[in-house]
């Protein structure tokens, strides 16, 4: 059982765990090979929840890409539990989170694993975040 961590004033409820972090690399892989736009993709804890969103920007149409990301889970098989339905959040490219995180960071079209822990984004501080892409 996962207990609850306390980390400065910050309660996780869970910790980013390598079964989640693998998953996310396989789903992205998994994107790319079905030609669905991405261009930001990263796990991110939002402390006012307080819990872990995996977050994707792409140019096409949120409804969209959520339809092919669960295709892409559905065939990947990837069990809820690890990539949680209600986690996944898709923006456009343009909100401000993800300019700000491309703008930081940049890694290209390939996929990175760049961990982010208390750090800032182009002045957006940054609690914790794993990035596959900011491109």
Request: aromatic share 8%; net charge negative.
């Amino acid at each position: 059982m996962v207990e609850d961590t306390l980390v400065g004033n910050v309660v996780f409820k869970d910790p980013l765990t390598p079964a989640m972090i693998e998953a996310g690399e396989a789903l992205m892989h998994k994107l790319d090979e079905m030609g669905v736009p991405i261009s930001a993709a990263f796990w991110f804890f939002d402390v006012e929840i307080p819990d872990w969103r995996f977050m994707f920007a792409s140019t096409e149409s949120g409804l969209v890409v959520q339809r092919k990301i669960r295709e892409a889970i559905d065939q990947l098989q990837i069990d809820r539990e690890i990539i949680p339905r209600d986690s996944i959040r898709v923006y456009a490219t343009h909100d401000d989170l993800i300019r700000r995180l491309r703008r930081a960071l940049h890694t290209g079209d390939g996929l990175s694993r760049i961990r982010l822990r208390r750090d800032y984004a182009d002045g957006r501080y940054i609690e914790d975040a794993l990035v596959y892409r900011a491109a």
